[in-house]
C-alpha cells in the first residue's frame, strides 16, 4: 500500500479517503482482512495515533469490521460499498463540473469530449 | 505526562529560557522546533535534571523531577557518547551492565532492524549508521520517555528514513517522544504536536492534525506565519 499524502489534508482523513477508493474500485476486497494499525503506520509513514484515528472512523461509518481480537476487515455490506461508490463518483463528477463550468463550453460539447476520451483512455 | 511550566534559566546575564511552558503526552511524538539558539537543547538538558534553572517547574506523570525520573526518561544526545574503539557489541554490554531498565531483547531487535553488526567498531561506521547506533542505546531501554537531540542532523536519506521508520514501529510501542529538529519535512506526518521556539520562548503549541483539520495548513505554514510576522 502506498499512498502520496498533502500536506494541508489531515492525515486521517487521507487514508480513509484511500480505502474508499480502494474499495469503489475493487481492490480491497468484501471481507478482506487489512492491516493492524500499527502495521498501517509503517507502511504508510504516519503517526500510529493517525492510523488508529483513521481506522477509527471507518469502524464507526462502517466500512470495516472487527469481531472480537481477530485483524479487521473490509465490510460485506453492499449497500456501504455502494454509498461508497457513489460518493466517489459524485465528488468526481462535481470536480469536472467546478472546473469546466467556469469556462463555458456547451454541454454537448462537454459530454461527446468526455464519450471521446473516456473510450480513448480505454484503448489506450 | 510531561509538563514543562513556566520555565526559566539565565545563562550568566543572558536569559536563555524566557517562560516555557508545554506538554508531552506518552503514546505521542512532540516535536520541539527552532533555529539554533532558541534552547531546545538546554529544554531537554533541564527535563533529564542535567542543569538547574532559576524558576518553573518540570513534572513528569504530575511529579516534581527527582532523583528516579531518569528511571522513567531516557536522553538520546545529538552525538554517541560511545568510546570510538569499542564495537557495537561492547557499547550494548556497557548499557546491559550500567542501566538496569536495558531491555536485551528490543537491543537485539533494533540491531535487525537497523541491519547493524555487534563486531563493528564504532569508529568504522557511517555517520547514518552511527546515528543509528545512538538512537539504539536509547531506544532500547524500558523507560516510559525518550528525548531526542537532533536525531535526523548530518545524515543520508536513506538512514533518515529507516530512522523515521523506527517511529511507527513497536519499537517505540507507546512511550512519549520529545524529539528536536530544525528539519520539519522527514517527520511531518510523524509527529502528533509541535511546539514552536525562538529566543527562549514558545511561540505556538499545536497538534499537527488539528491545525490541518481546522485551518487547512500544513506544519510548514504555521511555521511560516509564526517565524515571518
Known amino acids: ?124 | 505526562m510531561i509538563e514543562v511550566k513556566d520555565l526559566a534559566k539565565n545563562f550568566g546575564r543572558k536569559k536563555v529560557l524566557k517562560g516555557i511552558s508545554f506538554t508531552a503526552e506518552k503514546g505521542e511524538i512532540t516535536c520541539l522546533m527552532g533555529i539554533n539558539g532558541a534552547g531546545k537543547t538546554t529544554i531537554m538538558n533541564a527535563i533529564m535534571n542535567l542543569t538547574s534553572f532559576k524558576s518553573g517547574e518540570i513534572l513528569i506523570d504530575g511529579e516534581k523531577l527527582n532523583k528516579h525520573s531518569y528511571e522513567k526518561i531516557t536522553f538520546i544526545p545529538d552525538a554517541i557518547t560511545m568510546l570510538p574503539q569499542m564495537t557495537i557489541g561492547e557499547a550494548l554490554q556497557f548499557m546491559k551492565d550500567f542501566y538496569t531498565s536495558w531491555n536485551e531483547i528490543r537491543a537485539k531487535e533494533l540491531l535487525e532492524f537497523f541491519r547493524l553488526k555487534e563486531n563493528e567498531k564504532i569508529s568504522s561506521l557511517s555517520k547514518g549508521n552511527t546515528a543509528k547506533v545512538n538512537l539504539l542505546l536509547g531506544l532500547a531501554l524500558d523507560v516510559d520517555y525518550l528525548l531526542m537531540d537532533e536525531p535526523f542532523s548530518g545524515i543520508d536519506i536513506f538512514s533518515r528514513e529507516q530512522i523515521a521508520n523506527v517511529f511507527t514501529s513497536h519499537l517505540v510501542e507507546d512511550r512519549g517522544v520529545i524529539i528536536t529538529t530544525h528539519e520539519i519535512n522527514d517527520i511531518e506526518h510523524l509527529i502528533d504536536k509541535a511546539v514552536l521556539l525562538d529566543d527562549g520562548m514558545v511561540l505556538r503549541e499545536f497538534s499537527t492534525e488539528e491545525v490541518r483539520e481546522n485551518e487547512g495548513k500544513s506544519v510548514v505554514d504555521v511555521m511560516r506565519e509564526v517565524y515571518q510576522r
Not at chain 1, 484511500?18 to 478482506?32: C, D, L, N, V, W
Open chain 1, 1 to 124: 500500500m502506498k499512498v502520496t499524502f498533502n500536506k494541508r489534508d489531515p492525515v486521517y482523513v487521507q487514508v480513509v479517503r484511500h480505502f474508499k477508493e480502494q474499495i469503489a474500485t475493487g481492490h480491497f476486497e468484501p471481507g478482506q482482512e487489512i492491516p493492524s494499525r500499527r502495521e498501517l503506520a509503517t507502511q504508510l509513514k504516519i503517526n500510529p495515533n493517525t492510523a488508529q484515528r483513521a481506522y477509527k472512523e471507518m469502524e464507526e461509518a462502517g466500512l470495516i469490521y472487527t469481531e472480537g481480537n481477530s485483524p479487521s476487515k473490509i465490510t460485506k455490506n453492499e449497500k456501504v460499498i455502494d454509498n461508497v461508490r457513489e460518493e466517489l463518483i459524485l465528488e468526481a463528477v462535481n470536480n469536472f463540473v467546478s472546473a469546466i463550468r467556469p469556462i463555458h463550453v456547451p454541454i454537448d460539447e462537454v459530454v461527446g469530449l468526455i464519450k471521446e476520451k473516456y473510450h480513448d483512455d480505454e484503448e489506450g
